[in-house]
């Protein structure tokens, strides 16, 4: 199993900032992935963060909106771009271990953005 | 991307068993069944997999019908703990993106 903390756990921002979530794993990890849920709503894949190169973005999101960085296997950040009231949002962070098998994922607590 | 079709919303009273119904007529050979549950200011946590064969677990069971065009969770003993949305999701072998459909909101009665 694995443990996946996020940093901030929530914050208040204003329309036209940006904001960079961190997301740490306590282990090292093959995958690690970029999800938002609405409020109410389900989840929806941003992006595959890749160890040492362009993560792979979802359709409806683009790096210069949300850029990705995952500098090792343990480690990565989501940045929310010249953000607008309609990215309030929870964002999720998630790890998974190796590709091809069924393996589970494990997810962290999310971080919940207001943007005013 | 195949699709899963579940209930909005169930109610069970605690300690008995609870089963939790997903349609899934567009499955394809390589579609593993996941479910994931999500509690009350979660992040989602695995339940548990399956690909032909029913499936047990410690939390629960997963019965998959023999054209694997539904499946079902079972809790054995639900508690108040197992109020949460329970995600069934497919997913391809050869990837790890999870499809999310809306889930069944599971509400335990005491």
């Known amino acids: 199993s694995a443990v996946i903390s996020q940093k901030p756990s929530r914050d208040i921002c204003q329309r036209g900032t940006s904001l960079t979530i961190q997301c740490q794993v306590d282990?090292?990890?093959?995958?690690m992935f970029w999800y938002r849920q609405q409020p109410g709503q389900s989840l929806t894949l941003i992006a595959t963060?890749?160890?040492?190169?362009?993560?792979?973005?979802e359709s409806g999101f683009v790096i210069d909106k949300f850029p990705i960085s995952r500098p090792n296997l343990t480690f990565s950040t989501l940045t929310v771009s010249n953000m607008s009231p309609e990215d309030s949002s929870i964002y999720l962070c998630?790890?998974?271990?190796?590709?091809?098998?069924?393996?589970?994922?494990?997810f962290g607590p999310g971080t919940r953005l207001t943007v005013t | 991307d195949a699709k899963t079709t579940q209930p909005n919303s169930m109610e069970s009273n605690e300690e008995e068993p609870v089963h939790l119904p997903c349609n899934h007529s567009?499955?394809?050979?390589?579609?593993?069944i996941h479910w994931y549950r999500q509690l009350p200011s979660q992040g989602p946590e695995y339940v548990i997999h399956?690909?032909?064969?029913?499936v047990n677990n410690r939390m629960a069971s997963l019965a998959i019908a023999e054209d694997r065009k539904s499946s079902t969770l079972i809790l054995h003993r639900a508690t108040l703990r197992d109020a949460a949305v329970y995600y069934c999701?497919?997913?391809?072998?050869?990837?790890?993106?999870?499809?999310w459909g809306a889930g069944t909101k599971l509400i335990i009665k005491p």
């Open positions: 998630s790890a998974a271990w190796q590709v091809g098998g069924p393996h589970e994922q494990y």
């Open positions: 282990s090292q990890v093959t995958m």
């Open positions: 963060a890749n160890q040492g190169s362009e993560a792979t973005y």
């Open positions: 567009t499955i394809s050979g390589t579609d593993y």
């Open positions: 399956g690909l032909t064969s029913n």
């Open positions: 999701i497919l997913r391809d072998a050869s990837n790890y993106q999870l499809i």
